[in-house]
Structure formats: structure tokens, C-alpha cells
């Protein structure tokens, strides 16, 4: 049996309501393991074949080909191959604010890690094999990433089977203020605002960002707005105060203030970074790094190969 590790990183995650973090396949040795430790991010495996066991804390969950399990973040974990049959998985890692909430419309849960022997184990290996092939050190691959992601989670939550009343009802409520945001948040709304639309109390509200997003509404709306305005630094010529009062912003400086707080850095560094970015881009594509340009997939799939059976990913 031959083993293989791919691993591919996103070293920048762009301020995205969801974003990779890693993505990749394995074919373990005998024993490899990860952990125990804890991630800072969302990851999702999905077995393909072999055995293995899955800890958290001190409850041990043996699993095999086509199960499913997460690793929520902050939470004490390890997984094992089986010395025997060894398991091979796929694997995306994500965050965002987006990431907790669509997650709360499936069966995944904390009390609820694993999935066994899915249906739906093919569409699944689809929709990760379509982030994995869309990675790349662009913002399109960047994008493209994002939006099979996405089309992941839809997946999940389209073959949720538990369903808890008040929490799909609050999960509901927190969808609809998003979404309110995502088409309001160029106009000078407030969360009263956001709130009198979805029809419960400020501190209601409140209360349900922080327990499905653990952002308030008001920090969600911020960092909505200085999303929007970083992609508009990066691909468009508008002045930073055009761009302030497109994303909502009536003070120019209290928008930058809120930037660089955000971001850490001002938005006119924002934009000569993204402006540099393209040039050393452009120039490996005309050659200048032609032996390189075999991507930063090929590279850290080398260097990830490597590893030896108690590293980790």
C-alpha cells in the first residue's frame, strides 16, 4: 500500500464570512497520529477506506470507511490510523462567521462529531474534491475555494435529520438578519435596525449572534463592511472615501480607524499590497518563475509528503 499526504495550506484567509484554510488528502501509515491538540478552525474529514479511531477528551470512537467527523475549534482532539488497515481521508478546514451558523442547520453538533456509513458519501467526495482542485495562490482560487465550500455545507444541511425546534427557529432568525445585512449594509443601518426586521429585541439579537456566530451583531456588521471594502481597495480605482460610502461609512477617517483595526494595516496599504502582489504575479506567469510556477501545490505537496507518520497536517 503506497501512503501519501497532500496538505494545502491557504496562507493568507481573506476576511471572507468563510474561508479555507487547508484542504487535502491522505493515505495514513500504520498508527499515524494526530494530536492530541486542538484547531483554531473548523475541520471536516470524510474517510474513504480503512479504520481508525477518533478521541476527544477521553471518549474513543472507532470509524471506517465512509464515516464522516468533525473537529470543531478550541475543542481537545486526536485521530489514529488503525495498525492494521490504516485509513485514508479527505479533509477541508474552514472558519468564518458564516462557518457556525450554516454548520447549526446540519446533524453536526459538539454532542454530535460523527456521522457513519453517509448516503451521500460520492456528492460528498465531489464537493471536496472541487475545493481541492480549485486551490491556488489567487483571489479567484481564493473565491472558487469559498464558493465549493459552500456548496459542501449546503450539502450537509440539505441531509440534516435532526431537527431541534427552537434552535432551527433562532438559527433562522440569525439567517434572516444576515442575509438583511448582506443587502442593507451600504446604507447607514444600525442593529436597531437589524433587529426591528427580524422582530425580536437589540439584546435578543444579541444573544443569538453571540451563541450561533460568538460575534455580535454589531462586530458582524463591521466586518461585513470591511470585507466589502478591502475587495474594493484590491480591484477597483475608487478613492478610499468613495469606497467608505459604499460600504456604508459616512466619516472617512472613522472608516479607516475601523480598517486598520480590523485588518492591521491602513487602506491605503491594503491597496498598494494587493497592487504589489499582482506584479511579482504577473511576472512568474512570464516566466521569472516558470521552474516555480509548477504552484504552490506542487511545493507544499512535496514538502507535506514528507512527513513522517507522527507529524501532523
Not at 468563510?18 to 500504520?30: A, E, F, I, K, M
Not at 499590497?273 to 510556477?293: H, L, M
Request: charged share 25%; with cysteine; aromatic share 12%.
Amino acid at each position: 500500500m503506497e501512503t501519501f499526504k497532500v496538505s494545502n495550506k491557504v496562507r493568507e484567509k481573506s476576511m471572507m464570512a468563510l474561508s479555507v484554510y487547508n484542504v487535502g488528502r491522505q493515505q495514513c501509515t500504520p498508527g499515524y497520529k494526530w494530536g492530541p491538540g486542538v484547531r483554531d478552525h473548523f475541520l471536516i474529514h470524510y474517510i474513504t477506506g480503512g479504520k481508525g479511531t477518533y478521541t476527544v477528551g477521553d471518549r474513543e470512537r472507532p470509524l471506517s470507511g465512509g464515516d464522516v467527523f468533525i473537529v470543531f475549534p478550541g475543542m481537545e482532539i486526536s485521530y489514529q490510523a488503525d495498525q492494521d488497515d490504516p485509513w485514508s481521508y479527505e479533509w477541508v478546514g474552514f472558519n468564518g462567521s458564516d462557518a457556525r451558523a450554516i454548520l447549526n442547520a446540519s446533524d453536526f453538533a459538539p454532542e454530535r462529531l460523527v456521522m457513519e456509513k453517509i448516503a451521500y458519501g460520492d456528492r460528498l467526495h465531489n464537493c471536496l474534491c472541487a475545493v481541492y482542485d480549485s486551490y491556488g495562490s489567487e483571489f479567484y482560487n481564493t473565491v472558487a475555494m469559498t464558493g465549493h465550500l459552500y456548496g459542501l455545507l449546503a450539502l450537509l444541511a440539505e441531509k440534516a435529520e435532526f431537527v431541534d425546534p427552537v434552535r432551527d427557529r433562532d438559527a433562522e432568525i440569525v439567517r434572516r438578519a444576515i442575509a438583511f445585512i448582506d443587502s442593507r449594509y451600504s446604507y447607514t443601518i444600525s442593529i436597531e435596525d437589524v433587529a426591528h426586521f427580524v422582530g425580536v429585541s437589540r439584546s435578543t439579537l444579541f444573544r443569538m449572534f453571540i451563541r450561533y456566530l460568538e460575534i455580535s451583531p454589531k462586530e458582524y456588521l463591521e466586518r461585513y463592511r470591511i470585507r466589502k471594502a478591502s475587495a474594493l481597495l484590491r480591484t477597483t480605482d475608487l478613492t478610499v472615501g468613495s469606497i467608505a460610502t459604499s460600504v456604508g461609512y459616512d466619516n472617512g477617517l472613522y472608516f479607516s480607524k475601523a480598517f486598520r483595526r480590523m485588518t492591521g494595516q491602513s487602506p491605503t496599504e491594503c491597496r498598494m499590497e494587493a497592487r504589489e502582489t499582482g506584479i511579482e504575479g504577473a511576472e512568474r506567469e512570464q516566466g521569472t518563475g516558470a521552474a516555480a510556477a509548477g504552484t504552490d501545490k506542487e511545493s507544499e505537496a512535496e514538502q507535506d509528503a514528507k512527513v513522517p507518520a507522527a507529524g501532523t497536517k
